[in-house]
């Protein structure tokens, strides 16, 4: 299903704007991630695609073609999975799946087709017939999908769902869900706060910042390419150089750096993993301090830009605080952005 969204805006009372008219196109079989800071209005954008909020008038929201701005959420044919997953304590995992599909009146060979069908999707056979109090968090996820999917609604919507998770479990269950999310082949947006996340399993991310959408790509072109500051810096945590402008050269407190080309008007930001520590480097900056986080090391750097930068380092040693130290910055590393209103 493609779903299209035209002037989607959402006014609470008081007049606090949650959500800036906004355009947006999700295709048919694609996984969208809403990514953003709290407050920044993804979590409302979602609720006025499932019809749990009302948009403003003016909006239009269609399944395919079909306009389904005013119809209520029981009649809009979604699927959701909720941070908490909301399942039934008293049921089992076979049952959970199934009552949405007696819900409807379904014959029960059909309702009994689905639920298999779905259990085979995503690997639930071993624990059918489980109560779901005996499944672990990343299983019970995967029941929250299952009961979902099973419906065959026209589009899934997953509310940060690995929030409850604690972080090794996230990073696992983060690949299972891209997995599974491809395997359904049915139109995924889901929320989340968290870049890896994203990142990780949407085709496409729309990153929101003050009820708007402010840049929509595919993650390598919102990583190599951010078209503001607010993107740049949420993700892949992009440092400002600050410095002075003069021609193809930027001056900093701990040397100079050749830019790609000559950018008046541009700020330059680079992210930790372009910073190299090299001897012969044309900057010099001071060891602050040298965290080891197994397959690298990351070194807090004083003195090379007006605020502190980091650098990550894959050496089998590192340099120890208080050290001074040379580093070198490839030009086409570096990411010059239009320098925006104070």
């Known amino acids: 299903m493609t779903l299209t969204l035209t002037q989607v805006a959402k006014t609470f009372s008081g007049a606090t704007r949650a959500l800036l008219p906004t355009d947006l196109t999700v295709e048919q079989g694609e996984i969208l991630s809403l990514l953003g800071p709290s407050g920044c209005g993804k979590t409302t954008l979602l609720r006025i695609i499932a019809g749990l909020e009302r948009a403003d008038p003016g909006a239009k929201i269609r399944f395919d073609g079909e306009d389904v701005t005013t119809q209520p959420v029981e009649k809009r044919k979604i699927g959701m999975v ?6 039934f304590p008293n ?11 007696k819900m409807q009146g379904l014959p029960r060979a059909e309702i009994a087709a689905r639920v298999e069908e779905v259990i085979a999707l995503c690997q639930l ?9 005996a499944l ?4 019970r996820q995967r029941v929250a999908l299952a009961r979902a999917v099973a419906p065959r609604p026209r589009v899934l919507l997953l509310d940060e769902p690995l929030s409850a998770l604690d972080a090794a479990l996230r990073t696992q269950l983060r690949d299972e869900l891209a997995v599974l999310l491809r395997r359904f082949g049915i139109t995924a947006i889901f929320v989340t706060h968290d870049q890896d996340e994203a990142m990780a399993i949407a085709d496409r991310v729309a990153v929101m910042s003050h009820g708007r959408i402010a840049q929509i790509g595919t993650p390598e072109a919102l990583y190599r390419n951010p078209a503001t500051t607010f993107v740049a810096r949420f993700v892949g945590d992009a440092m400002a150089l600050g410095g002075r402008l003069e021609g193809a050269e930027l001056h900093l407190p701990g040397g100079s750096l050749p830019l790609p080309s000559s950018s008046p008007g541009h700020d330059v930001f680079v992210r930790a993993e372009d910073i190299r520590l090299d001897a012969q480097g044309p900057l010099t900056a001071r060891v602050e301090s040298v965290t080891f986080l197994g397959t690298h090391y990351r070194i807090a750097l004083h003195g090379v830009a007006h605020e502190p930068l980091f650098a990550l380092h894959s050496g089998l040693s590192a340099p120890r605080p208080g050290e001074e130290v040379r580093l070198a910055i490839a030009p086409e590393r570096l990411i010059l952005l239009p320098k925006e209103p104070a």
């Not at 049921?91 to 599909?101: A, T």
């Not at 056979?125 to 109090?133: G, Q, S, W």
């Not at 672990?136 to 299983?139: A, F, L, V």
């Open 82 to 87: 909720f941070q908490s997953y909301a399942l």
């Open 125 to 133: 056979a071993p624990y059918a017939e489980r109560p779901v109090t």
């Open 136 to 139: 672990s968090g990343g299983q």
């Open 91 to 101: 049921m089992s995992v076979r049952g959970n799946i199934g009552y949405g599909l």
